[in-house]
T-cell receptor, first 115, second 111 residues
Framework: AQSVTQPDIHITVSEGASLELRCNYSYGATPYLFWYVQSPGQGLQLLLK??????LVQGIKGFEAEFKRSQSSFNLRKPSVHWSDAAEYFCAVGARRGGADGLTFGKGTHLIIQP | NAGVTQTPKFQVLKTGQSMTLQCAQD?????MYWYRQDPGMGLRLIYY???????DKGEVPNGYNVSRLNKREFSLRLESAAPSQTSVYFC??????????FGQGTRLTVV
């Protein structure tokens, strides 16, 4: 069965500092990988996705993530965070066939931005 | 495009009451899903429908039923609500090979 681990429940970062959110997955084959962001009281918005090809993927809002097959990781990074980045971040994995049986989500990382 | 629309946005039920959460998507996606979100648990799959006319259980199906009414609509029914079903419910849809698109959620409280 597939699974996703986000080791950090909370992360606090100063505004303007760099950010890395960790994600490790377990899956039998090469998966589809996603990062979503959720602002309080809102739905989930896709930040970026990896299907194949270049292992460094660019997303919206200045985020990027790197797929490392050898480490089963898909960590999210941003060089300089803004106060508006404070939110809950979810990593997810899906099956190659378009996720017909749904995505499996990590438990999320709550990002706090210090002024 | 509206994307994925869920109704209602908020609901309070008494224990034992029933209700149906509605979801509709206008993106012509084949697959649709219901998730629940609880603090510290991430999103957990309740039921999914890979295509019109089919439904399957996810990770946490007990206490729920679903209906894939047509390609656009996928409803979630609580026949006898319990406090343990207090949660935020999200509907999502996906194309054949792509990311999930989520609705805005339904915040359900069972008292």
């Amino acid at each position: 069965a597939q699974s996703v681990t986000q080791p950090d429940i909370h992360i606090t970062v100063s505004e303007g500092a760099s950010l890395e959110l960790r994600c490790n997955y377990s899956y039998g084959a090469t998966p589809y990988l996603f990062w979503y962001v959720q602002s309080p009281g809102q739905g989930l918005q896709l930040l970026l996705k990896y299907f194949s090809g270049d292992t460094l993927v660019q997303g919206i809002k200045g985020f990027e993530a790197e797929f490392k097959r050898s480490q089963s990781s898909f960590n999210l990074r941003k060089p300089s965070v803004h106060w508006s980045d404070a939110a809950e971040y979810f990593c997810a994995v899906g099956a190659r066939r378009g996720g017909a049986d749904g995505l499996t989500f990590g438990k999320g990382t709550h990002l706090i931005i210090q002024p | 495009n509206a994307g994925v629309t869920q109704t209602p946005k908020f609901q309070v039920l008494k224990t034992g009451q029933s209700m149906t959460l509605q979801c509709a998507q206008d993106m012509n996606h084949n697959s649709m899903y219901w998730y629940r979100q609880d603090p510290g648990m991430g999103l957990r799959l309740i039921y999914y429908s890979a295509s019109e006319g089919t439904t399957d259980k996810g990770e946490v199906p007990n206490g729920y039923n679903v209906s894939r009414l047509n390609k656009r609509e996928f409803s979630l029914r609580l026949e006898s609500a319990a406090p343990s079903q207090t949660s935020v419910y999200f509907c999502a849809s996906t194309p054949r090979d792509g990311e999930a698109f989520f609705g805005q959620g339904t915040r359900l409280t069972v008292v």
